[in-house]
């Protein structure tokens, strides 16, 4: 017997076998079928959907659950346009804390001011506090001269802006935030996911560098599944700087691991390992994504997070000893050595596949996109970044560069996987937003930004269901309403493939059948 029978639906399916249905059987949190497969199943719970457009659950194949959920609760400076204004904020901010406390500042971004802040600024702010202002990107920061008096000798600055590595030593210093601290902060933010119809994430990171939170962050996911507070299913992306000689055995083929030699796979339905997260480059917004040409306006092309052999042995390593890899690569410089490294990886060693990503993928020139399909590496790209901050983009990029951000078209046609995703906080985590860019690619101004890699709402709707399932390893759970896949469904209040994405609702998001948002429907 079914547990709960759902008819009178618009189902999309994004199953080629059965794209569309009307019915949908549920048992135990899984599809049993649709249509005529469960019309003669007897069911607990009959539900008449009248008419209401049901799809898989959306999948966000990269984005920061404990960052967005500090963040929510941390005071911000998003609102303000005046250095004034900013150091207003950071003053009350830092009275309500302490002294001798951090102040966690987030929502900074030089380029609506004009200029960075400086330590000297917010020493005269800080009341004796420990002040870190995060830029948006999560690459840059600026803190104040008590800060820099902490960090380890040599850390470069520039009148307290810290970038890359600089950025991970000042984060590093402020860790690591608490369990609880962490367990409400991915409670937080996963819920917001669910009201954006979102029913699983990749984590895009843990463990080290600008993505570490805690040494222990790990133990925080698994506390909030224990205690029924992880509200959506979750991979976790592991620090490629975790790697290290564990004095495995000859024979295992593994020159370095994470302890235990933990991989991509180990865990259950609601949590587990996902890839091995490695940084080629910075961001665009902080300038320091690596280009092979410089920003238009700037003396400087940005830079490579680390020397070019080091991320390949990491890449190299980590494909040898079985990850999946996702490189984070925003500038066509990072694509290279990314694309590079694991061509070398795979040259070496064969016979490790690891449905490899580039996370980002932010400038690919027209040379890169086929080396992309030749080595059968998916491209997880943030669509709204375009949305949000396409205006500057294309401005540092220059008309000769602009039409190769964010691509889409040029990835489909040369047979790429093309998986959606939001990187927020950084910006809008809404998919509906992101497909409406991808169709479009209209920036928030009404800019249009490389219109021939626009994409059909439908190949919109696959990148965030069947294509991020596939490129997080969950095309035999997730991503489509199939016989055995995970219930997890989204309805919405129309068809994004015949109206426009960025203006539909969500009505209710359900979990492993369970409506856990929006509008009791069942």
């Given at each position: ?16 076998a ?41 999948v ?27 150091l ?23 380029r ?56 991970a ?82 024979g ?88 590079d ?15 490899h990503?580039v ?34 983009y ?25 998986a ?56 035999r ?32 998001t ?13």
């Amino acid at each position: 017997m079914l547990d709960l029978l759902l008819v009178n639906a618009s189902v999309v399916t994004m199953d080629p076998a059965r794209p569309a249905a009307s019915r949908i059987g549920i048992w135990r949190g899984r599809i049993v079928g649709v249509d005529d497969a469960v019309a003669a199943l007897p069911a607990r719970r009959t539900v008449d959907l009248g008419g209401a457009v049901v799809l898989p659950g959306f999948v966000d194949a990269h984005v920061h659950l404990a960052w967005t959920g500090i963040a929510a609760a941390a005071a911000s400076v998003a609102g303000e346009r005046t250095v004034a204004g900013v150091l207003a904020e950071v003053a009350r901010a830092a009275a309500a804390r302490p002294a001798g406390e951090w102040v966690d500042v987030v929502g900074y971004d030089q380029r609506r001011l004009g200029r960075h802040l400086t330590a000297a600024e917010l020493d005269s702010v800080s009341a004796g506090r420990k002040v870190l202002v995060l830029h948006d990107s999560g690459h840059a920061c600026v803190v104040d001269s008590t800060v820099l008096a902490l960090l380890p000798a040599g850390t470069e600055h520039r009148d307290g802006v810290l970038v890359e590595a600089g950025t991970a030593a000042a984060r590093t210093l402020r860790q690591p935030y608490s369990r609880a601290e962490l367990v409400d902060a991915i409670e937080r933010a996963g819920r917001q996911c669910l009201a954006e119809g979102v029913t699983a994430c990749a984590e895009a990171g843990v463990g080290g560098g600008l993505i570490r939170h805690s040494p222990i962050e790990v133990a925080a996911y698994q506390q909030a599944e224990r205690e029924g507070r992880l509200p959506l299913r979750v991979r976790l992306m592991v620090a490629g700087d975790l790697l290290r000689d564990l004095g495995a055995h000859p024979g295992d083929d593994t020159p370095r691991a994470m302890d235990l030699g933990l991989r991509t796979g180990f865990g259950g339905d609601w949590l587990s390992l996902g890839a091995l997260k490695i940084f080629t480059d910075g961001g665009m917004m902080a300038r320091t994504a690596a280009l092979t040409e410089p920003y238009v306006g700037e003396s400087h092309a940005g830079a490579l997070y680390a020397d070019e052999a080091a991320l390949h042995a990491v890449i190299r390593d980590g494909h040898r000893a079985g990850w999946q890899l996702a490189v984070h690569a925003i500038g066509d410089r990072g694509v290279d050595v990314a694309l590079d490294g694991i061509a070398a990886a795979q040259r070496e060693f064969p016979g490790h596949a690891g449905r490899h990503r580039v996370e980002h993928a932010g400038l690919v020139r027209p040379d890169q996109v086929p080396r992309f399909a030749e080595l059968g590496v998916a491209a997880v790209v943030q669509p709204t970044f375009l949305w949000s901050f396409g205006d500057d983009y294309a401005e540092i990029m220059g008309p000769r560069r602009a039409p190769w951000l964010y691509r889409g078209r040029g990835f489909l046609d040369h047979g790429v996987r093309l998986a959606g995703s939001s990187d927020r906080p950084v910006t809008v985590g809404a998919p509906l937003r992101a497909m409406q860019f991808m169709i479009d690619r209209r920036s928030r101004s009404g800019r249009v930004i490389g219109p021939a890699e626009a994409i059909t709402a439908d190949e919109a709707l696959r990148a965030y269901t069947a294509e991020a399932a596939y490129v997080c390893g969950w095309e035999r759970e997730l991503g489509s309403i199939e016989a055995g896949k995970h219930a997890d469904l989204v309805v919405l209040d129309g068809d994004p493939r015949s109206a426009a994405p960025a203006d539909l609702s969500v009505r209710a998001t359900a979990v492993a059948g369970e409506v856990v948002h929006g509008e009791l429907l069942w």
